[in-house]
């Protein structure tokens, strides 16, 4: 048993994916014929078989986010060191039943900058999945937001930081939709300003941070009701997530935005039509925020 637990800031982003219990409603046995065993195997697909591939998208995105390229940049022979070990990601990642954490440790003892890089490879990993998933027809919930907390023996990170994302997926995201808390802009914002984030932080480390939370904070908006959300369709994220696809990978883009954008407006449109007033208000916020991007990917879906 781990006895020595070490409490720090963390970046914590909790996800849910939903409709995963209704999907195996009415199923508690083992089936007996094959009209129950093809209800088994349609529910198993529909989330358990989803999940793992949803899980699989993520570790795609991580690895290679987190590999280690040739930079675009030239930088001076003596800085190249230094520039080098800016550019590293630092960035965790759990799951357990229909739910995944990823996580950033905000404590660094030489540079900040691979903080910043693991929170702005989260946003980003988020976005893009959301969208991803609602055009498979599974959406999922998200909270994203930093707090202390210390990782277990089994992976997890577990503390305040924990509870301050999973609150708000549970309780205030409530559509599908990602949900960034306060405590998180708080700390772009301390990092836009340039506030050090160690002692004798060089100078060079605090202006990457300060671009990298420049960006992240771009790509946050206010939703209709006031929570601060990742705006996954906006120009922002779209400009620091597309730009390096090539036309084909472009033009596959525009497809899920498509298929997503069908999605969404159907199920807006059933939940209304069978007068589900709770998932039809929920859904109408998603279906605005979809119709709200006046962005490249709507205008070449349409």
């Not at 065993?37 to 986010?65: C, M, P």
């Not at 900040?112 to 498979?136: E, K």
């Not at 059933?270 to 279906?287: Q, V």
């Amino acid at each position: 048993m781990k006895k020595d637990f070490n409490y720090c800031y963390y970046l914590v982003a909790f996800i849910d994916v939903l409709g995963q219990k209704e999907a195996f409603q009415g199923i508690n046995d083992l089936p007996k014929n094959e009209d129950e065993k093809e209800k088994l195997i349609q529910a198993h697909s529909h989330t358990a078989l989803f999940v793992e591939e949803l899980r699989g998208w993520f570790d795609d995105y991580f690895n290679a986010y987190t590999e280690v390229k040739e930079s675009e940049f030239k930088v001076p022979e003596g800085k190249k060191e230094q520039f080098d070990e800016m550019r590293k990601s630092i960035l965790k990642h759990t799951r357990f039943s229909d739910c995944l954490q990823f996580f950033v440790p905000l404590e660094s003892k030489k540079y900040h900058s691979p903080c910043a890089n693991g929170v702005f490879g989260i946003l980003g990993a988020c976005g893009g999945m959301l969208l991803l998933s609602l055009a498979r027809n599974k959406p999922f919930r998200a909270g994203i937001d930093l707090g202390i907390a210390t990782e277990l023996s089994s992976g997890e990170v577990y503390g305040p930081g924990f509870f301050n994302a999973y609150t708000l997926e549970s309780k205030i995201a409530q559509y599908p939709r990602i949900v960034i808390g306060d405590h998180l802009i708080n700390y772009l914002v301390n990092l836009s300003h340039k506030n050090p984030q160690l002692p004798n932080q060089t100078k060079e480390d605090i202006g990457v941070c300060k671009i990298i939370a420049d960006s992240c904070l771009k790509m946050i908006v206010q939703d209709l009701d006031g929570c601060y959300i990742l705006d996954y369709l906006g120009n922002k994220f779209l400009e620091n997530f597309t730009k390096h696809l090539s036309d084909e990978e472009k033009d596959s883009t525009s497809k899920v935005f498509k298929l997503a954008f069908d999605f969404v407006e159907s199920e807006y449109k059933k939940r209304k039509e069978n007068r589900d007033r709770k998932l039809a208000s929920r859904y109408f916020m998603l279906y605005t925020y979809f119709k709200s991007k006046n962005t490249t990917l709507m205008k070449q879906s349409s």
